[in-house]
């Protein structure tokens, strides 16, 4: 039976009216023992994304987490995610209220990326199948 190595997840939600994205990702990487979440918000030139990363060879070790933007600064994070929020209920209602205007980035605990039974025995031994509703922060 064949391990996971890598796998890659992404799925885009956009309004062409406005410029308004937003886009989720997951990655598992066996080599380097690491699990990505990823959000990513785009609203005309401005962008927002954070990422959140777990050692899955040190169940114990903090999140770490990465924010990135363009054209939006420290100070004004809040304020471009409350505007996107507005902006993307206007555009995308549909897509607002399937995800309830979720900012949580989450690691799916029912449906891990790790796909091979030895690999989910070890995670489970090793007490990293366990992960919630990660924040927007």
């Known amino acids: 039976m064949s391990q996971v190595v890598y796998r890659k997840k992404t799925s885009t939600t956009y309004s062409p009216e406005g410029g308004i994205s937003e886009s989720r990702s997951r ?12 959000l990513r918000r785009n609203m005309g030139d401005r962008h927002l994304e954070v990422l959140k990363t777990r050692n899955l060879r040190d169940p114990g070790a903090p999140i ?4 990135t933007g363009h054209n939006v600064s420290r100070e ?37 990326m790790v796909t ?16 919630g509703q990660i924040g927007w922060r």
């Not at 990655?27 to 990505?36: A, I, S």
């Not at 770490?64 to 924010?67: E, F, G, I, K, L």
Request: a negative charge; glycine letters at 8%; one cysteine or more.
């Open 27 to 38: 990655e598992f990487d066996g080599v380097n023992g690491t699990d990505t979440v990823g």
């Open 64 to 67: 770490a987490t990465t924010v």
């Open 76 to 112: 004004d994070e809040d304020s471009f995610d409350a505007q996107w929020t507005q902006e993307a209920q206007r555009r995308m209602p549909e897509y607002c209220q399937r995800s309830s205007g979720s900012s949580q980035i989450e690691w799916d605990v029912q449906r891990p």
């Open 116 to 131: 091979t039974q030895s690999q989910q025995r070890s995670m489970q031994r090793n007490g990293s199948h366990t992960a």
